[in-house]
Structure formats: structure tokens, C-alpha cells
């Protein structure tokens, strides 16, 4: 794991020096709200509903044992006892008190961890494959290059204010986990020959007009990353608009320029203010390696061994994936557990699942952009001591990836801008489909909830999409079809006409039907299924049977 | 209002001219024209070899101006809004691509928590009221001059 | 009228002692008069009281109208 060098640590602490000036500021009257709000944003502090929520980094999804208790301390001395991961891989505590967020910005900074960019219109915590490091399938570990990129876009002097927020994710692989499709810039390491480069992809993002992102760089040379990744910022911080808030963000500029013309401005601006000082040379780049390198995980030929108990082997065969170290699994923890919402974790399971990250997996724990965590290198031979631990903190609910495994945003419950709720539909497909044959029958299947149309619930890139809107001041949902987030990322379709919350699970049971009808063999996943017979097969079974009444 | 450089209250040398009293044959190397003025008495500035200081919004383009950089003693930009990032840019273009070596201002709605980063990306200095003077020297020292970028 | 706490974030309802946690406190505000109180809202949020103000629309019968308003009212409809 990366381990803070003597500068980071004092511009971290100069940092939460600056904010309390901030704060003491807003408190006084220096400053009005107008004012504070980019400041506090850029601190990761919202003002929601009920009260502020603090959304705390945790850069590419990775966190220590030590980190992770303290997050539970926060929780508890500052907070409600819990916190919520959101599907940028940090957190967020719902009910911090202003004047407390300096001393909890302290707190954090002694265990290396800060809330710094989480929030505002500017460049964001990089986010990665939550695999990273730990599969065979990949061409390089993307974390050395989110750590590289998080230091050269902390406070960047120039790129700061931008239009709009900015959003980067890497994948080291081909099989894409980190979404990088919908993401401002998403970053692919590629092997060509010998060497080993990035693809870079521009534009891609939700909201209220989703977009693929487009590749404009087919091999980016590893030295020129910064360089060319300020080219892209320079281009948009002139060129995005910044007239209207939902036309400001980059995907929008790329597409009124077209692709073309947005690459060619961009490799002007590469060409023209290249600065040397901005290249990466060979011993930076492994300097920033060594920090993610493996632990001494021990190679051996242990399988985990079938049990009596059929709920540890569920739990096996879908919530572990075999690590590439041999005699080794990767232990994904579902935080869709049935009684709470997505993403929540309370105290208690942070300070035991710490515990268990110490014992059972070298201290590491990593968080998923869908909501989960993972404990990275567990071996096979201590599973299930590891699943029974788990269970007795509900923490071993077997539906990764399965139609209860949801991303919900935090919904009309928690946020300011949201149009419905979504934590209780959520919980409605948890309940519905809590039988675990029944979830397995459905196969791989994302459901992604948004409780309005800035779509942080992901519904654009859901295979069923979940939208809340308020009609005549009534909870609707639309539903959209076809979506992913993956390599081959695509945006939803709108089925028709929306559905209010009690009718919405019968839609989705007919859905789930024509899915089922349509199968050819049992390894047809929902997406293959849609991608072959279409939307209009869907409609037709949804609104015979339902009616257009909803 | 006060010209602010680091922690050095500077004396203004530029006047900005109204446009009714603004005339072609009045221009003086201490004038602050905008673009428009500019534009308008650009030959007479040529022919006589002043320079002028020009005084740019933050929605206006550098563009129309990159190659006649020399006719100016400084170039002033105005922020619209602290929202507004663009003249940071403006000025990283002015210093790297154009290499632009007078003075250049910040102006408008700009905050003291800006002023670190003005300075870093090629502002000189920055026109404030005089009131915020303390609070603007006091964030400038709370700098440690400890940057990720170069 | 209501909006959040300066400190605490929380929602606060205009009162006639002043800004309340409790919404039964609450004053009544004939739509008319909305121009007298939103110079109350500013003065308050210049004196940092407040933040994020707003007026709850309510119904022919006095009760709280939108969802929203709801739940901001009666908190987080959800188990925690």
C-alpha cells in the first residue's frame, strides 16, 4: 500500500490548517454561503437534507486496517455510527457537525486519509479496478498510476475551477471493472510489442445526457501521461461551458467539437506546452511501484474445500474469485445485505471486519465502485474462518453480481437534489429476490438505482436502470434496459411509460420473464439475451400485462 | 483598492478609461484600455511605440491578441466570478506558450484563497480591496510553498 | 419558512421565538406576506444562523405538501 512521504503529510496538514481558517471564516461572517460552498466542497462537505455529509477519499478503493477503524471511530464519535460507500470508492458520513469537520479532517490526516477533491468542480479521487494487482488477466496494476496522477491533481493551481467536476478511472485490464467508459477520462494500460502504454478515452459520463466515452490516444508513451493529461484539462478549463451547469461538463464539449476536432486541439496543446518537468522518468514510475507491491502471500496447491454447510459453499462459489497467487482467493464482501442499504457499513462491522483484515488478509481491505468490499489475499485454507467471521457481522450475504448485488444512490432519504427515494427500492428487490436459488436462476444481472436524473445511482449503465422521478409530487420510476458499464458499455433504453413503487417490482418480475423465455442455454446472461432479441420483446410482455395505467 | 504582490502593497501606475472619455489621441503608456479601446486606437499605439496596459474579462479570448503581446506593460484580467477557473489558464498560456514577460493583474470576484495558486500559474499580482488586505497576506503565509506540480 | 442550521445542518423551522428544530412550532405564512419574511431570511443568514432557506408549501388543511418537505421534516424514511 502507499505509505505517505514527508510532504504529503504537511500538505495534508496544511490543508486542514487552511480549512479551519475556512470555516472560522464562514462562522464569523467573513465569507457568505456563496462563497464557503466551493471551499467546503473541495473539502468533500455538502450541506444534504437533514444535515452535512463529509465524503472522505479513499483513493482507488484502497484502505488500511488502521484506516478503517478509524473511519469507525469517526463514525461513531462524530457521526451516527455509520457510513455509507459510494460508488467512487469513498465514503460518506451523513451527519457531521461544521465545526466539527476540521477536527475530523485531523483525525483522518494522522492515519494518511483526507477529504480532499471528493467533491466540487474539479479533478476528483481516482478510481480503479478494485482487482487491482490480483488477477492474471492484466497488463499492469493501474494504482501506482491513480497514486501518480492523485499527487499531480491535488491541488493543481490551475485546475481547480473548472466548468464542472472531472472524473478519471484506470483499468490494468481488459475486462473492464472500473467503468472507464462513462468516466471524463478513462485510462486503459495496454501492451503493445514490448511496451506498455495507456489508452486514453474522453467524454464519457451519465447525468442527464450519458455518453460513451471516445478513444482519442490509441498508445500514450507512460512518460507523457501528465503532460497529456494537462493537455486535455487546459483544452476543456478554456472551452467547456460554463454558462449552463448541465451542459458544462467535458463529454458535452467533445461532442459539440466532434472527436476529431477535440483531439487535434489536444495534441496542439501537448505539442505546444509540453513541460519536461511534467514527464515521468523510469525511477519515478518504480519508486511509486514499490509501495504496491504484494505482500509475502505464500504460494500453495490448498483448495478450499467443499463443506456441509450449503450456505458457506453459496457463498464460495459467489463471493470468492482464486487469487493469482496459487492456494489464495480474493474474498469480495456484499454490503446488500437485506436489512440495511446498499453500501452502509456501521461501526461495529468496520472495527470487527479491521480485526478480521489483520488476521486473515496482510491488513488490507478494498472498496468496489459497486458498493462492496474486498479483502484482497485471503488464504484458502482459512476461508471459512474468514466466512464465519463474516456472517456473524452480516457481512456474508452470497449475491455478487447477482440481482439483489444493487447500486443505489443515497435517494430523497439523505440527498438535496434527489427527485424520489431509492434506498427503499433498493431494499424492496432485496426482500423480493432474497432466496438465493431464485437470485442464481437470474443469472448475472446489474440493477443500478438513481433517485434523480444526475444519475450517481449509475441507471444509465444498469442492464435494468432504475430512474425516480416525481410526478404531480408522487414517487415514479422509469425503467431503462440494456445498459453496462463494462468494456463493452452501452446506454440503457427507456422501456415506456414509468411505474409507481408498488408496481414497479411486477415490472420487473415480467422483465425478469421475458429473460427467461428467451434463453437459449443456461449460460445466456440477461445482457446477451437483450443484445439478441431487442427492447421491443421486453415492452411487449411488460405493457400487454401491466397497461399503460401506471 | 490596492494592487497586492506576495505581501507588498503595490502602487497602481494604470488608469482605466471610461468610454466617454475615452479618445484615440489621449492614450497614454499609463492607460488601461479594454479590448474594444484597444482595438479602436491600436495603429495610433503602434505608430507613437507605447505600451499599454489592456484589461480582458475572463470570458474573453487571448486569442485575437497573441501575436501584438509587446504593445503591452500589462495585461489585466478580470474575474467574472472566483467560479470561473479560466484565467488561470489564460495566464499559464500567456507565461508558456507566449512567453509573455510584463506584468499581469488579477482583478474582479477573486477570494484570498486563490491567491496562491494566481501567483503559481503566472500572475504577478492581484487588485483587491483594501479592507482584505490582512486576510490576503495572512493566507499567502500560510503557504509552505509544498506543491505536487512543478 | 425553513431552512438549515448553521452549525448543525439540521432543519429549522421560522418560528415566532425565532428558528426551531421542532416543525409544530412552525408560523403559518399567509403567501402575501412572503416578501416581509424572506428580509428575515436574509438578515439571518448574514448573521449566520442559517443556511440553504426555503418555504414548505403546505395544503388547504395545513399539512406539509411535497415528500420532500416530508422527509425533511420526519427525517430518513428508511432503517438505519
Known amino acids: 500500500m502507499y505509505k505517505y512521504s514527508e510532504k504529503d503529510k504537511k500538505i495534508i496538514a496544511g490543508r486542514v490548517k487552511q480549512f479551519r481558517n475556512q470555516v472560522q471564516r464562514r462562522l464569523n461572517g467573513k465569507i457568505s454561503e456563496e462563497e464557503f460552498k466551493p471551499l467546503r466542497l473541495m473539502n468533500g462537505l455538502y450541506l444534504q437534507l437533514h444535515a452535512y455529509m463529509l465524503r472522505v477519499a479513499i483513493p482507488y478503493g484502497e484502505l488500511s486496517s488502521r484506516q478503517l477503524r478509524k473511519l469507525a471511530e469517526i463514525a461513531d464519535k462524530y457521526d451516527r455510527g455509520y457510513g455509507h460507500f459510494t460508488t467512487r470508492q469513498n465514503i460518506q458520513f451523513n451527519w457531521p457537525k461544521l465545526p466539527d469537520v476540521p477536527d475530523i479532517l485531523e483525525e483522518l490526516s494522522k492515519v494518511e486519509m483526507h477529504a480532499i477533491q471528493t467533491s466540487g468542480n474539479c479533478i476528483r479521487n481516482i478510481s480503479a479496478d478494485h482487482l487491482a494487482g490480483l488477477t492474471n488477466d492484466e497488463v499492469e496494476d493501474p494504482r501506482p498510476w491513480c497514486e501518480i496522477i492523485r499527487k499531480w491533481s491535488t491541488f493543481h493551481p490551475e485546475f481547480s475551477f473548472l466548468p464542472r467536476k472531472f472524473k478519471i478511472a484506470i483499468t490494468g485490464c481488459e475486462n473492464d471493472r472500473a467503468a472507464i467508459l462513462v468516466h471524463d477520462i478513462g485510462l486503459k494500460l495496454i501492451k503493445k510489442g514490448s511496451r506498455i502504454g495507456f489508452q486514453v478515452f474522453v467524454g464519457g459520463g451519465q447525468g442527464r445526457t450519458p455518453y460513451i466515452a471516445k478513444k482519442i490516444n490509441d498508445f500514450l508513451l507512460k512518460k507523457d501521461l501528465l503532460n497529456y493529461l494537462e493537455a486535455i484539462l487546459t483544452t476543456y478549463n478554456q472551452l467547456g461551458r460554463r454558462d449552463n451547469i448541465y451542459k458544462a461538463r467535458i463529454k458535452i464539449l467533445v461532442n459539440q467539437l466532434g472527436v476529431e476536432k477535440f483531439k487535434e486541439l489536444v495534441d496542439e496543446s501537448f505539442k505546444k506546452l509540453s513541460d519536461k518537468k511534467l514527464e515521468l522518468n523510469e525511477t519515478t514510475i518504480q519508486k511509486i511501484f514499490k509501495f504496491f507491491e504484494l505482500p509475502n502471500i505464500k504460494h500453495c496447491n490448498e483448495k478450499i474445500s467443499i463443506s456441509s454447510n450449503q450456505k458457506f459453499n453459496n457463498w464460495i462459489k459467489q463471493n470468492t474469485i482464486p487469487h493469482k497467487i496459487l492456494g489464495n482467493s480474493i474474498v469480495l464482501i456484499s454490503l446488500k445485505s437485506e436489512n440495511r442499504p446498499p453500501g452502509d457499513a456501521n461501526s461495529m462491522q468496520m472495527y470487527k471486519l479491521a480485526n478480521i483484515a489483520d488476521k486473515f488478509s496482510f491488513g488490507e481491505i478494498r472498496v468496489t465502485h459497486e458498493q462492496n468490499l474486498v479483502l484482497p489475499h485471503v488464504k484458502n485454507s482459512e476461508i471459512y474462518e474468514v466466512w464465519n467471521e463474516l456472517d456473524k457481522l452480516e457481512l456474508a450475504t452470497p449475491n455478487i453480481d447477482l440481482i439483489t448485488d444493487t447500486i443505489c444512490c443515497p435517494g430523497m432519504d439523505y440527498c438535496a437534489l434527489a427527485t424520489a427515494r431509492s434506498i427503499p427500492i433498493s431494499q424492496q428487490i432485496s426482500n423480493f429476490f432474497k432466496d438465493y436459488g431464485d437470485q442464481k436462476k437470474m443469472g448475472n444481472i446489474k440493477i443500478k438505482i438513481s433517485g434523480c436524473i444526475n444519475a450517481c445511482g449509475h441507471h444509465h449503465v444498469g442492464n435494468i436502470g432504475i430512474l425516480g422521478l416525481d410526478r404531480n409530487g408522487k414517487e415514479f420510476y422509469q425503467i431503462t434496459l440494456g445498459g453496462s458499464s463494462k468494456q463493452d458499455a452501452s446506454i440503457g433504453q427507456i422501456v415506456g411509460p414509468s411505474f409507481s413503487s408498488e408496481n414497479l417490482i411486477i415490472a420487473i418480475k415480467k422483465i425478469l420473464q421475458t429473460y427467461q423465455k428467451n434463453k437459449s442455454s443456461d449460460k445466456d446472461d440477461f445482457m446477451t439475451v437483450f443484445r439478441r432479441i431487442g427492447i421491443e420483446e421486453f415492452k411487449k410482455n411488460l405493457y400487454d400485462n401491466t397497461g399503460k395505467t401506471n | ?150 | 419558512m425553513s431552512a438549515n442550521d448553521l452549525l448543525t445542518g439540521k432543519v429549522v423551522f421560522y418560528s415566532p421565538g425565532g428558528w426551531s428544530f421542532r416543525s409544530n412550532d412552525a408560523l403559518k405564512i399567509n403567501i402575501k406576506d412572503i416578501e416581509k419574511f424572506q428580509r428575515i431570511i436574509e438578515e439571518d443568514e448574514k448573521r449566520c444562523i442559517i443556511v440553504s432557506p426555503e418555504f414548505v408549501e403546505l395544503d388547504e388543511s395545513g399539512h406539509i405538501k411535497t415528500l420532500r418537505d416530508k422527509i425533511r421534516n420526519s427525517g430518513v424514511t428508511i432503517e438505519i
Open chain 2, 1 to 150: 483598492m490596492i494592487i497586492l504582490e506576495k505581501q507588498t502593497e503595490k502602487k497602481n501606475l494604470y488608469q482605466r478609461i471610461s468610454q466617454d472619455e475615452f479618445s484615440v489621441n489621449k492614450i497614454k503608456t499609463s492607460s488601461m484600455l479594454s479590448l474594444n479601446q484597444f482595438m479602436e486606437a491600436e495603429k495610433r499605439i503602434k505608430s507613437k511605440n507605447l505600451k499599454v496596459g489592456i484589461f480582458l474579462n475572463s470570458d474573453q479570448s487571448l486569442d485575437c491578441l497573441k501575436d501584438k503581446l509587446e504593445l503591452f506593460s500589462i495585461i489585466q484580467i478580470n474575474f467574472k466570478s472566483f467560479k470561473d477557473g479560466r484565467p488561470f489558464t489564460m495566464a499559464k498560456e500567456l507565461r508558456k506558450l507566449h512567453l509573455y514577460n510584463g506584468e499581469v493583474r488579477a482583478s474582479g470576484h477573486i477570494l484570498p484563497d486563490q491567491f496562491v495558486f494566481l501567483l503559481r500559474c503566472g500572475f504577478d499580482n492581484v487588485e483587491i480591496d483594501g479592507k482584505e488586505k490582512k486576510e490576503w497576506i495572512e493566507l499567502y503565509n500560510m503557504d509552505e510553498g509544498l506543491y505536487y506540480q512543478p
